[in-house]
């Protein structure tokens, strides 16, 4: 924010004192503790604290400056409006007795942990599903309590809260995916700026990215006009973790922006074009490498750094960058500080410096096979 205004500089209550002292005339007694100071002490006071208050109102007036429901009060002049908390989702497998239906609703969770006083990820099936003659069923699940915290790794969902009859076991067989928090002060005024600097108007692609933007759960889109040929567009999706979007939140902005996709303008899009909401195609990056490690370190610990710094990376490549370079994953091991060195580093087999990634593409990290 710039310099305050000169009538809301130096006003603490001191100074203020000093000059409502100093208008005392003097031959009045103003020490400390005579009725001239005892007066104005208080009023001192009061006036520094109104002061402190007008700052703060003057802050909450300007985007860059304010924060919370006073910055939602701001954005939403403008037709900006905070993204809602969206549920992360997948699918578990259902063991028991074969035919065995379980309805809609049941209740499973991750387990508690005492030790660190982490409390379980409850879930809700959104479908029936009849346990098959292998005495397995899988159904789509949805957490209960929308964020990140419904995103879980593999294996993980294992607690049937109510006890069903004929069922023995479940588990997540893939981790959850599309959680996504409220949206942060940060990125709801990245938003608002993106919206008064870069006016979309009559449909450009301006417009279509800010449309897909309002969409809780997306965390990143690209636009492609003539997608289809004349009169279509294509409209390709991330979610907040740089990952290809869900399918909800995919039908969520399709049905914004184009709910009929026939061109006849029902949603924010004007008639005419006709869009279509797809998730953005996943692009593994397998890498192996042979490593040489300190005294110490063991090859579990570095796998798991090199995990976290190349998904990293990745991120930030996601719909802003169209080559993986090979020199960028050498970085990264290289700043990892178990690893002394490396050789036989690959990408995907290939030792080649850059992978193109294609438009409606975006680069993850598959496997990681770290040897000696």
């Known amino acids: 924010m710039a310099d305050l205004p000169s009538f809301l500089q130096d006003q603490s209550e001191e100074t203020i004192m000093q000059r409502m002292l100093e208008r005392v005339p003097a031959d009045i007694d103003k020490s400390e503790g005579s009725f001239i100071w005892d007066a104005e002490a208080p009023v001192a006071f009061m006036l520094s604290e109104a002061a402190i208050w007008a700052q703060q109102v003057l802050q909450r007036g300007f985007a860059s400056s304010s924060f919370g429901e006073y910055l939602d009060l701001r954005t939403a002049e403008h037709g900006v409006v905070r993204r809602t908390a969206v549920a992360a989702t997948g699918s578990v497998r259902f063991k028991g007795t074969p035919g065995k239906v379980i309805p809609a609703g049941s209740i499973v969770a991750t387990p508690a942990d005492e030790v660190t006083a982490e409390a379980s990820i409850e879930y809700e099936t959104v479908a029936a599903v009849i346990l098959l003659e292998n005495g397995e069923g899988i159904v789509p699940v949805r957490a209960i309590v929308p964020g990140k915290s419904g995103t879980v790794p593999a294996g993980v969902i294992t607690v049937l809260s109510t006890p069903i009859n004929g069922v023995t076991a479940v588990t997540n067989l893939e981790e959850t995916r599309g959680g996504a928090d409220i949206e942060s002060d940060e990125s709801l005024l990245e938003r608002f700026y993106s919206q008064v600097r870069n006016q979309g108007t009559s449909g450009n692609k301006a417009q279509y990215l800010k449309w897909a ?118 970085a990264v091991l290289l700043d990892i500080t178990s690893i002394i060195d490396y050789s036989d580093l690959t990408m995907n087999g290939s030792t080649d410096s850059v992978m193109e990634i294609h438009p409606g593409q975006v680069a993850v990290l598959g496997t990681v096979d770290v040897h000696e």
């Open 213 to 330: 933007g309002e969409v809780a759960g997306v965390g990143g889109m690209q636009v492609t006009p003539l997608w289809n040929g004349p009169g279509t567009v294509g409209i390709y999706l991330l979610d907040t973790e740089k990952r290809a979007a869900n399918a909800e939140i995919v039908a969520a902005v399709q049905q914004y922006i184009d709910p009929t996709q026939d061109g006849q303008g029902e949603g924010t899009a004007p008639a005419g074009p006709i869009v279509t909401v797809q998730p953005a195609q996943e692009v593994s990056i397998n890498i192996s490498v042979k490593l040489t490690l300190a005294s110490g370190a063991s090859f579990a610990d570095a796998k798991a750094h090199i995990l976290s710094g190349v998904k990293g990376y990745l991120k930030q490549l996601a719909f802003t960058d169209s080559y993986v370079r090979y020199t960028r994953i050498a």
